[in-house]
Every structure is written in C-alpha cells, then in structure tokens.
C-alpha cells in the first residue's frame, strides 16, 4: 500500500471520526432536549391550527419569523435563546426599533434584511401571540 | 461565560481557519505553478508554506467550530441562515481534517499527480469555508 493511500484512509478516519463525535456528543449538550422537544411538539400541533387561521400580513409574518426569528426566539415564539414574544407590551414603534435596530450584544440589526412592510408583517404576526 | 463572549470569540477565532486554508491552497498552487528545475528552493518553500498554514488552519477550525456550537446551543443543523451556515460549514470541517491528516502522513512524498488533485480539493475546502463564512457573517450581522 502507497503512502498516499495509506494517508487517505488515515484522513478519512480521522475526518469520518471527528465529524462523528462532534454529531454523537452535540445533543447530549443541547439543553432540556426533552423538554424541548415536547414542546416543539406541541408548538408544532399548535402551530399548524394557528397559522391555518393566520390571513394576509399576520400569515407572511409567520413565515418571516419562521425563517429569521425562530432560530433563537424558538419555533412557538416562547423563548430560546431570545425571550418569549407572546403578550408584547411594546408599542409598534419600540418593536420596530428593536427589529431594525438590533439590542447591542443581544439581537442582530434586522435593518438590511427587513424592510417596512416585512417589519409590519411581522408586528401583525406578533400580535397574534397571546395566551 | 456569558453569550455575547462567545459569540466575538466566534467571531475571532473562525477567520483564522479560512485565511490559513485560502493561503495554504495559494502557496501550494503557486508552489505547483513554478517551474521545478529552476527555482527547486522557492517551491518547496511554498510547499512548506503551504503544509504550515493548512495545519494551521485545520487546528484552529476545531476551536472555531467548539465555540460556534456553544453559540448555536449544540445544534448541529437549525434552519434559516444557521442551516446555510451548516450546510458549508461540515464538509468543509471533514475535507479540512482528512486533507490536513494526509498531509502529515504524506509529508513531501506525493506524486505529482497525487498532489494536484489534493489541490482541487484544499482549493473545493477553501471554497466552502469561504460560503460557510459568509453565511456566519450574514447570520450574525443580519440574523
């Protein structure tokens, strides 16, 4: 056996094996997996009913908040690693400050990404969210 | 440690890895590039620069992705620009460590046909390194 082929195999064990462990041991840290997947559940359950009913802007930001949002705010707008956004007691404009404006070591600027319509979208979305 | 702390160190720790591995494929290609007879020195000192910065690059990429977990809450996929993000960023994360592991075991004794197509792979890497890292910076800045 060559050297070169030799090495190959060595770097495909060794790439195979990293990438192996990293995905073997990543959700043994990802916190409450149980608990968050009993509630992805019930978000998802819940939000098939809810976003049947959701209609025009409401119904778009949904699919704004599902693609830019959810990742840190969570899939049912609980809470992750952002806050909860059910019964916001912010005015339109705060929330739209925060969304354009970013919350500094917090939240990313959504200013480039959404523009007004999308951020009334979203708000109409928001709104949406009480219990 | 606080969130945000992880987050610069991301941000500080992840340009190393796709520098090293661009400048790794550059040297090698240049090294490739140059005639052998004429300037034998100067290749191999591309060669070495090559082999240096891609090592290099391979062991910074495994503090880059530790703490780029750590940010994502382990999650090894997600979804928006964190699942474009990923999509680049694993096989880029496996061609780096086999292409570096390969390196190390072939040292300077790769033919010359062997090495070339170790450079169309070092340069594919490259590029996926350079897309996972534009969709990191578009995950970050624009969310």
């Known amino acids: 056996m060559s050297i070169e082929v030799k090495g190959l195999l060595l770097g495909l064990v060794t790439a195979l094996g990293l990438l192996g462990v990293t995905f073997g041991l990543s959700p043994l840290f990802q916190p409450n997996k149980t608990t968050d997947a009993n509630r992805e559940q019930q978000a998802n359950a819940a939000s098939v009913a809810s976003t049947d009913v959701l209609q025009g802007d409401a119904k778009r930001g949904y699919g704004l908040f599902d693609q830019s949002c959810a990742p840190c705010h969570g899939d049912d707008a609980r809470g992750d690693e952002g806050p909860s956004l059910y019964n916001l007691a912010k005015s339109d404009a705060r929330i739209t400050t925060i969304i354009k404006g970013g919350v500094k070591g917090e939240m990313p600027s959504f200013a480039k990404k959404f523009n007004d319509a999308d951020v009334q979208a979203l708000i109409a979305y928001l709104r949406t969210l009480k219990d | ?143």
Do not use: C
């Open chain 2, 1 to 143: 440690m606080e969130n945000s702390l992880w987050i610069k160190m991301h941000g500080g720790t992840t340009h190393f890895p796709i520098a090293l591995v661009m400048a790794s494929a550059l040297f090698d290609l240049v090294g490739l590039i140059i005639p052998e007879n004429l300037e034998k020195s100067r290749r191999a000192g591309f060669r070495a620069a090559g082999f240096y910065s891609l090592i290099l690059g391979a062991m910074g990429s495994i503090g880059a992705v530790l703490s780029g977990l750590v940010i994502s809450r382990w999650q090894l996929w997600g979804r928006g620009n964190l699942a474009h993000h990923h999509t680049f960023l694993w096989p880029a994360f496996g061609l780096l460590t086999g292409l570096a592991v390969w390196r190390l075991v072939v040292g300077n004794h790769a033919s010359n046909r062997a090495f070339r197509i170790y450079l169309g792979i070092a340069l594919i890497t490259a590029a996926l390194m350079g897309a996972a890292g534009y969709w990191g910076g578009e995950l970050l800045l624009k969310g």
